[in-house]
């Protein structure tokens, strides 16, 4: 969190805690204001009733005595009753409404980076783009150069569009405005076609894959092959460029499991519970360098659901993570 972000929920935080604070000073005074007037209720009563003690027989004394004292701990324990019941109520709506203010600062300042790294995001590849046409348009160039400065277009294009395919199938997905189209699908020939752009994508990285053939589930092509992309673009974003990407994809008796695995950093296990959140990105934000909209994994967890299927992260070992999608049949 910025600091003006953090100074400001400083702030607000320090005032609520005052006014919850007034509160319960506010309850307590309360307390003691009617136990103080129902002492001199009970003085009062103590006091007529022994200014008619020589009138009074002593059985009709003692038993409106024990009345008077009677009634004096019935309302003191009433008064402690309520007392204790606005209390509870008190601090269960006060802490409701903390982690309530807490999530949207939280999430506030997580729409704000996910806005300036959209922003990044799609200039990038428009930019790169530009300019390789560009020099194609001005320099005269050997046909290596010109393949190569092709792909580079290709691939920033490719990444242009998953990234707006992102944004909009996550968008649609949260308002109910994306109408699903479950059909019977070659799993595997759709993994091997999604690694096959993967490699076209990144030459320089090496792609093993261990899948089982004829493999079908019942999905939608689109969002299946959305989350495929994902986690191989996450899996090359976080791992080293001489690391192997592993695919796996096999069927036991009620399972259809996918694997992604990478010999990158790995995930600290407090995140591990945080990366498919929205909008959440690993690490610091001021020294981050990978790119990303927090986007990617969150839209993989939310495809998963669709498909009745559950995405899970663990440690590859020596290095790495393994991400893992098992699909219930």
Same mark, same amino acid.
Not at 235 to 248: D, F, G, N
Not at 255 to 282: C, H, P, Q, W
């Given at each position: 969190m910025?600091?003006?972000?953090?100074?400001r929920?400083?702030l607000?935080?320090?005032?609520?805690w005052?006014l919850?604070l007034? &509160?319960v000073? #506010?309850?307590?005074?309360w307390?003691i204001s009617?136990?103080?007037?129902s002492?001199?209720?009970?003085d009062?009563?103590l006091t007529?009733?022994?200014?008619?003690?020589a !009138?009074?027989d002593p059985?009709s004394? =003692?038993r /409106?005595l024990a009345?008077i004292e009677?009634?004096?701990?019935?309302? !003191?324990?009433?008064y402690? =009753?309520? *007392?204790?019941?606005?209390? &509870?109520?008190?601090?269960?709506g006060?802490?409701?409404v903390?982690?309530s203010?807490?999530?949207?600062?939280?999430? /506030?300042?997580? /729409?704000?980076n996910?806005?300036?790294a959209?922003?990044?995001?799609?200039?990038?590849?428009?930019s790169?783009?530009?300019?390789?046409l560009?020099?194609?348009q001005r320099y005269?160039?050997d046909?290596?150069?010109?393949?190569?400065?092709?792909?580079?277009?290709?691939q920033? !294009?490719? @990444?242009l569009?998953?990234l707006?395919n992102?944004?909009l199938? %996550?968008? /649609?997905?949260?308002?109910? *405005?994306?109408?699903?189209?479950?059909?019977? +699908?070659?799993? %595997?020939?759709?993994l091997?076609?999604c690694?096959?752009?993967?490699?076209?994508?990144y030459?320089e @990285?090496?792609?093993?894959?261990?899948?089982e053939?004829? &493999?079908?589930?019942?999905g939608?092509?689109?969002?299946?092959q959305?989350?495929? $992309?994902n986690l191989l673009?996450?899996a090359?974003?976080?791992?080293?460029?001489e690391?192997?990407?592993?695919c796996?994809?096999h069927?036991?008796n009620n399972?259809v499991i996918?694997?992604?695995?990478?010999? *990158? !950093?790995?995930i #600290?296990?407090m995140e591990?519970?945080?990366i498919?959140e929205?909008?959440y990105?690993?690490g610091n934000e001021s020294?981050?360098?990978?790119q *990303?909209t927090? +986007?990617g994994?969150?839209l993989?967890?939310k495809?998963?659901?669709d498909h009745?299927?559950?995405i899970l992260?663990?440690?590859?070992?020596? =290095?790495g $993570?393994?991400? =893992?999608i098992?699909f219930?049949?």
């Amino acid at each position: 969190m910025p600091g003006t972000a953090r100074k400001r929920f400083r702030l607000i935080t320090i005032i609520y805690w005052l006014l919850l604070l007034y &509160i319960v000073a #506010a309850l307590v005074w309360w307390f003691i204001s009617l136990e103080r007037q129902s002492q001199q209720i009970t003085d009062l009563h103590l006091t007529e009733l022994n200014s008619q003690k020589a !009138t009074v027989d002593p059985e009709s004394f =003692a038993r /409106q005595l024990a009345k008077i004292e009677k009634d004096s701990k019935r309302n !003191t324990e009433k008064y402690i =009753a309520e *007392g204790i019941t606005f209390l &509870i109520l008190i601090l269960i709506g006060a802490f409701f409404v903390y982690r309530s203010v807490r999530r949207q600062f939280r999430m /506030q300042y997580q /729409q704000q980076n996910f806005m300036m790294a959209i922003t990044h995001e799609l200039k990038t590849p428009i930019s790169v783009a530009r300019l390789n046409l560009e020099t194609l348009q001005r320099y005269q160039l050997d046909e290596e150069k010109q393949t190569k400065l092709i792909r580079m277009t290709l691939q920033e !294009t490719a @990444r242009l569009d998953t990234l707006i395919n992102n944004i909009l199938v %996550s968008s /649609q997905m949260e308002g109910g *405005g994306y109408l699903t189209s479950k059909e019977e +699908l070659d799993f %595997s020939s759709l993994l091997k076609d999604c690694i096959k752009q993967a490699k076209s994508r990144y030459p320089e @990285r090496t792609f093993n894959e261990i899948i089982e053939d004829e &493999i079908e589930i019942a999905g939608d092509p689109l969002l299946l092959q959305l989350m495929i $992309s994902n986690l191989l673009e996450n899996a090359v974003k976080y791992s080293p460029k001489e690391k192997p990407i592993t695919c796996t994809l096999h069927r036991t008796n009620n399972e259809v499991i996918l694997n992604i695995i990478d010999e *990158g !950093t790995g995930i #600290a296990d407090m995140e591990k519970s945080k990366i498919f959140e929205k909008f959440y990105r690993t690490g610091n934000e001021s020294t981050r360098k990978t790119q *990303g909209t927090g +986007l990617g994994l969150y839209l993989c967890r939310k495809i998963a659901e669709d498909h009745n299927a559950d995405i899970l992260v663990t440690n590859n070992e020596p =290095a790495g $993570s393994n991400f =893992a999608i098992h699909f219930h049949l």
